[in-house]
């Protein structure tokens, strides 16, 4: 990609060189680019601004504010289109990383939290999770793709579901998994950052206190069974295992530590407890990804704009050309045009995904201080 490109959305494929990139200028344009030999693979057009990408090895996903696009990504055709979801803004949506269980989660209301899951190897909707009572911001599935975790727009709590039945597992107030899902990390707009456990409580294991106290906490826990769900959550919400505190208001690996990135600039190393007990989380390390002066920039940018960065006005896109008609499910292929030269981009694809060594599978986390090298 040539230095300088207005780039709004970029999706790596895992470890590989294949990239997906939007830039501001073009948004309705999405290429696939080998970013190791510098070249532009394909790219296609769609016919509204492309608000979000997801990747994995087997699919590529594109989703607008009214319907998705499902790339078969071996040959980048477009094998299924899911037309007229409920209206997505922010173009939420979460692809499991797993190619044996490649499912699509996306909000399947804009008036309450339901989550559309969907089957994108054999093309079909799977299941609806009624999810929360506020509509979704965020949900990701663990490594496996047998687990999706989601928060919804009052942030009050996060909720674990098994996957593809629609189970909830874990009610937890107040994300990221651990590559063994049994950790999961949520953030929020403060300074906090939590970890909780993705496992049940023993009810041996909770010492409860003497006296009134005591048997006002059991009387409490043994009439949830008979109270409206909504009060008995409350109830039965999850506490967090460990604790991160951030100087101003990531991934875990095998030696359980946790990365957090901020908009200060920095790239915080935290190591998680090993203990049953839990606690706070004391910081390792931490690293600049930008320089000050590209940070002031960017916060500058930031302050003088006007308008939403992800909103675009429909006077402001610039026709693309050899754009076609809105594709059909007839006619999927019809989204978009591959550059000519390049049925030899084709065998790029197939070459960038190609770099993906089982050892280099996504189940596998880097050493988080080898990640940071490789960030700066």
Not at 69 to 84: A, F, Q
Not at 181 to 198: G, I, P, Q, R, Y
Not at 274 to 284: A, D, F, P, R, Y
Not at 330 to 337: D, I
């Amino acid at each position: 990609m040539p230095a300088g490109e207005d780039v709004c959305i970029v999706e790596r494929l895992f470890s590989s060189s294949l990239l997906a990139v939007v830039n501001l200028s073009s948004p309705r344009k999405l290429k696939v680019c080998h970013f190791k030999k510098g070249t532009e693979i394909c790219n296609y057009s769609y016919p509204n601004s492309i608000l979000s990408i997801r990747l994995n090895r087997m699919r590529l996903v594109v989703c607008l504010e009214d319907s998705l696009y499902i790339h078969n990504i071996k040959d980048m055709k477009v094998i299924h289109m899911i037309k007229d979801t409920p209206k997505n803004q922010n173009g939420l949506c979460a692809l499991s990383p797993n190619s044996d269980n490649s499912y699509l989660a996306y909000p399947g209301s804009c008036q309450n939290g339901e989550i559309q899951i969907f089957d994108t190897l054999n093309l079909r909707a799977v299941t609806m999770i009624s999810a929360h009572q506020s509509p979704c911001v965020a949900f990701a599935f663990n490594v496996s793709g047998t687990k999706l975790s989601s928060a919804s727009e009052k942030g009050t709590v996060i909720r674990v579901y098994s996957v593809p039945d629609g189970q909830r597992l874990f009610v937890f107030r107040r994300g990221v998994k651990s590559h063994d899902s049994m950790l999961l990390c949520a953030s929020s707009n403060t300074e906090t950052v939590h970890v909780f456990k993705l496992e049940e409580q023993e009810e041996a294991a909770q010492e409860e206190p003497a006296g009134w106290m005591g048997y006002f906490g059991r009387a409490l826990m043994s009439s949830t069974n008979y109270l409206p769900s909504q009060v008995a959550d409350v109830f039965t919400q999850g506490r967090s295992f460990a604790t991160v505190r951030l100087p101003n208001p990531g991934n875990i690996n095998k030696t359980l530590r946790l990365l957090v990135a901020c908009a200060d600039g920095y790239l915080y190393i935290y190591d998680v407890p090993s203990n049953e007990q839990g606690g706070n989380c004391n910081l390792v390390k931490q690293h600049r990804l930008i320089g000050k002066d590209e940070l002031e920039d960017a916060l500058e940018s930031k302050s003088t704009s006007t308008s939403e960065p992800d909103a675009i006005k429909p006077d402001d896109v610039k026709p693309i050309a050899k754009e076609g008609s809105p594709p059909t499910e007839s006619a999927p292929s019809s989204v978009g045009q591959i550059d000519s030269e390049d049925n030899k981009g084709l065998a790029d694809v197939a070459a960038a995904t190609g770099e993906l060594k089982l050892s280099e599978s996504p189940n596998k986390i880097d050493d988080s201080e080898a990640v940071a090298d490789r960030l700066i």
